[in-house]
Structures are given as structure tokens and as C-alpha cells.
């Protein structure tokens, strides 16, 4: 569905400084996939979206999207795609119903299959009490699942979300979130979104593309980049005089590494703690060993953000700038 290499943009701000926002990038989407691209402010995101719906176009390198060249057939790409674009200008006074109306009009359809389209995504984004109010009036939740809606009107096959939850509470977050989810389901759509929010491309994505300083970082599963990067953590503590020999037994859990053992705490850093912290019990109590606690902590996406860039994503900014 999206094939990208090396893509590239430079912004020429003036003779003497040139912004790297995108520094050769290569992705591919499956069709139906759900991938998340996540990284702090200025890494790129928005710059990688606006160049695959062709609203600006690539310093070098190729994206194909929809089976299209961005730069040698935008309006063929266009016509495959949806964009929501990150945050909005300021609101104004359409009825929520005349909006999502207008906006299938510009996509070509005709005025009857127009406005059964608006009716039919006001009713499955639970938009049809407000559809007669103005645009100006709603609440971010809600105009958020306007902007959705208004990015759905031509049933795109691939749909682009930048930050589409952004400045919502959690309650609209998740509520935002149902709906997307539910979408995809109707439409069986291809999602691509972008997001700084660790927990929302955790749960939600099935793929997670972590970007930093314009480049992709990482590119995997959730899971497998947890596991790959980060590891789970088993801490447990001992009664005096046993630390040594449950170190000496945790060492040995498949693929241990990173141990600490001080005080009456042990840590180690496993692929599979949940499968690895019974087997380390059992292997302490055939030793005589007293477990007195146990833990598993499994890692979230920062850990594998800290151990990619040393740096946390929540304080990461690629700008230098406040995090907005
Ligand atoms: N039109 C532009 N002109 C100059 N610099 C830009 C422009 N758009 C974005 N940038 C810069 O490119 C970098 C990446 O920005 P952006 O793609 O918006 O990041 P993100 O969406 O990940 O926060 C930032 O340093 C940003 O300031
Ligand atoms: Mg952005």
C-alpha cells in the first residue's frame, strides 16, 4: 500500500540554514495494516504524512502510495487517500452536516450520494445530534471526530491521521479511538497515523514505526521491539546470605543479561519474564534458595525509546523546542 526509500526533505529556511526535517526514510505498509508512526515533536512526522498525500513534495527519493509515485502522479494518489491533518484552524460557523456535505461535493460526488455519505458517516461517528450545529461549536472531541469523518467522505482505501488525538482528554481519546478502530473494521481500511502518545501506538497499532531526527529507528511490533529492545525485568529479593546464589541461578534464564545483584534485590533483564520468573522460583526452591518478592516489569515503549536514543520520549524534542 506504501512503499517509501530513502525519502528525503530538506526546508531551505534561508542561504545560510537548511532544516534536515526527513533524512532518508523507507517504509512499506501492507494493505489493512495499522501502523503507528511515533517520535517526539520536530522528528518528522508531519513532514513524512505531507509528503505521502503530496502536499509537499520529496527533496529526493521515491514513495509510492496506493501503487502511485507521489511526485509523478499526485492526483491519482489523492484519489486513493484520506488526510486528517494534524490540529485545525480556527472553528467556523458550517453546520457540522453542510461541512461533511461540502466536503463530498470537492471529492466529485454527486449531490444525492453526497449527502447519503454524510448521513452515513454522521450516524457511524455518532455525530448526528450535532449535525446541525456549527463547526465553531463543538467540543475538541467532537470536532475531532468531525475531522475524521470529513477525511472518510470518499471511502479512501488508505487513510492518513496526523496526531489525531492530540489535546484530548482520555475519555475522548478512547472514545476517538473506538470510533477509528470501528471505521477501519467497516471500511477495511489501511491506517497510517502519527502520534507521541507511547500508550495509545502500544495498544492500538499493530505495527509501530519509531522515528527520531528524521530518520526510522525502529520498525516492528510492539511487542517484538519490547522484547528485542528492552527485555522484560525480574526483580526479586532474597533472605540475607542468598543473594549470590539466586544471581548465579538467574544468570543462567534464557537470554539473561544486564544483571544486578545488591543488597537482598536481584535484577535481570529476560526475553520472556512471565515465562522465566516461575522457572527461576522453581529452579531457587530446588536450591534451597528463599524467594521472599517477586516481580516482573514489562517494558513500555519509552524503555525502548531510552535504549534507542538515551533519551526519554516523553522529555524528547527533535526541535529543541517546548513539547506542545
Ligand atoms: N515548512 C517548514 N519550513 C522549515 N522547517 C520546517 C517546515 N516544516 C517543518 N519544519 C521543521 O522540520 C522538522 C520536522 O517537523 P515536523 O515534520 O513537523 O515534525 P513532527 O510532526 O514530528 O513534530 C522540525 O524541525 C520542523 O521545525
Ligand atoms: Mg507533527
Known amino acids: 500500500m506504501i512503499s517509501t526509500r530513502e525519502l528525503t526533505k530538506d526546508f531551505v529556511v534561508s542561504r545560510t540554514e537548511t532544516v534536515h526535517a526527513v533524512r532518508g526514510i523507507s517504509m512499506d505498509v501492507e494493505p489493512g495494516e495499522l501502523v503507528a508512526v511515533l517520535g517526539p515533536n520536530g522528528a518528522g512526522k508531519t513532514t513524512t504524512l505531507r509528503m505521502l498525500t503530496t502536499l509537499i513534495g520529496p527533496t529526493s527519493g521515491t514513495a509510492k502510495v496506493a501503487g502511485y509515485d507521489v511526485a509523478a502522479e499526485p492526483g491519482q494518489v489523492r484519489r486513493q487517500i484520506g488526510y486528517v491533518g494534524q490540529g485545525n484552524g480556527a472553528g467556523h460557523s458550517q453546520r457540522v452536516s453542510d461541512e461533511l456535505y461540502g466536503q463530498g461535493v470537492i471529492y466529485g460526488l454527486d449531490r444525492r450520494a453526497a449527502r447519503q455519505r454524510a448521513e452515513e458517516l454522521l450516524e457511524s461517528l455518532e455525530l448526528k445530534d450535532l449535525a446541525r450545529r456549527k463547526v465553531s461549536e463543538l467540543s475538541g472531541g467532537q470536532r475531532r471526530r468531525l475531522d475524521v469523518a470529513m477525511g472518510l467522505v470518499h471511502a479512501p482505501g488508505l487513510l492518513f491521521l496526523d496526531e489525531p488525538s492530540t489535546g484530548l482528554d482520555p475519555q475522548n481519546r478512547a472514545n476517538l479511538w473506538d470510533h477509528i478502530l ?45 522484547a528485542k529492545l528492552a527485555g522484560d525485568l525480574l526483580q526479586l529479593t532474597v533472605a540475607p546470605g542468598n543473594l549470590q546464589e539466586l544471581a548465579r541461578l538467574a544468570d543462567k534464564l534464557p537470554g539473561a543479561k544486564d544483571l544486578v545483584a545488591e543488597g537482598d534485590r536481584v535484577t535481570v533483564c529476560v526475553v520472556d519474564g512471565p515465562a522465566a520468573l516461575p522457572e527461576l ?26 535504549n534507542l536514543t538515551g533519551r526519554s520520549l516523553r522529555e524528547a524534542d527533535s526541535t529543541g523546542k517546548a513539547a506542545a
Open 182 to 226: 470501528r471505521m477501519r473494521e467497516q471500511y477495511s481500511m489501511t491506517i497510517v497515523l502519527t502520534t507521541h502518545y507511547l500508550d495509545e501506538a502500544d495498544s492500538m497499532a499493530e505495527r509501530v514505526v519509531v522515528v527520531d531526527h528524521g530518520e526510522v529507528i525502529a520498525d516492528d511490533t510492539a511487542d517484538a521491539l519490547k
Open 281 to 306: 522460583i522453581t529452579a531457587a526452591q530446588h536450591a534451597g534458595v528463599p524467594v521472599a518478592t517477586a516481580q516482573v516489569h514489562r517494558p513500555t515503549l519509552d524503555d525502548v525509546f531510552l
